[in-house]
Structure formats: structure tokens, C-alpha cells
């Protein structure tokens, strides 16, 4: 199994930019699917972005195409999520989360076996 812990969030004014990095550790972390899904107070988990083992495929939500970026190396054992032009409706706990079908991005939370602790991310106006 892998264990996942997310870093990177914080308050960001509206417009602005923020990193979220996802360090893994255990299992060989390159032997994973990553993804980043979202949850605000009184709404449902939402997909974010994935991203196959080796970074050659990616999957993005409407919502945050051409402005969120995701991405991974395999050598620092770590994913990324490049989110820039925030909107407020982009506040939210951020999850990191790991697929052990590694060639596929799903947009499934039920896809995903492991869940880091989530990150919180505040966008003023």
C-alpha cells in the first residue's frame, strides 16, 4: 500500500496561484495512478484532476481546464497540482489519491484505494 500526504494549501486571494504537492511513501509510487479530487462544506467530493503512472495521459475536470495542471515525478515520489487563476468556488479540502490501475486517469473516486489527509485551500474576493 502507499501512504499519501498533501502539502501546499493556503489562503490565496482570487486570481492567484498555489502548488499542491502529494508525497507518497511504501509502495513503489510509480506503480500508481494519481489524482486530486475536491470538497467544499455541504457539497459532494468532486474530481479534479489524474494523471496515469508515467504522466503521459491526463484527465481534467471542466472546471479548472486551462487552469490547473497536474503532474508528477516519479523519481521524488511526489504529484503536483499547479492551480493558478483561482475562483472562489475553487475553495475546498484537496485530496490526494492513488489508483492501482496505473495506466488508466479515472474521474471515479471509488477507483481510488488510497486517500491522503486532504489540504485546505481558501480563495478570497
Known amino acids: 500500500q502507499v501512504q499519501l500526504v498533501e502539502s501546499g494549501g493556503g489562503l490565496v486571494q482570487a486570481g492567484g496561484s498555489l502548488r499542491l504537492s502529494c508525497a507518497a511513501s511504501g509502495r513503489t509510487f510509480s506503480s500508481y495512478a494519481m489524482g486530486w479530487f475536491r470538497q467544499a462544506p455541504g457539497k459532494e467530493r468532486e474530481f479534479v484532476a489524474a494523471i496515469n503512472w508515467i504522466g503521459s495521459s491526463t484527465d481534467y475536470a471542466d472546471s479548472v481546464k486551462g487552469r490547473f495542471t497536474i503532474s508528477r515525478d516519479n523519481a521524488k515520489n511526489t504529484a503536483y497540482l499547479q492551480m493558478n487563476s483561482l475562483k472562489p468556488e475553487a475553495a475546498a479540502i484537496y485530496y490526494c489519491?492513488?489508483?492501482?490501475?496505473?495506466?488508466?486517469?479515472?474521474?471515479?473516486?471509488?477507483?481510488?484505494?488510497?486517500w491522503g489527509q486532504g489540504t485546505q485551500v481558501t480563495v478570497s474576493s
Open positions: 489519491t492513488a489508483d492501482q490501475i496505473k495506466l488508466r486517469t479515472s474521474m471515479k473516486p471509488i477507483d481510488y484505494e488510497y
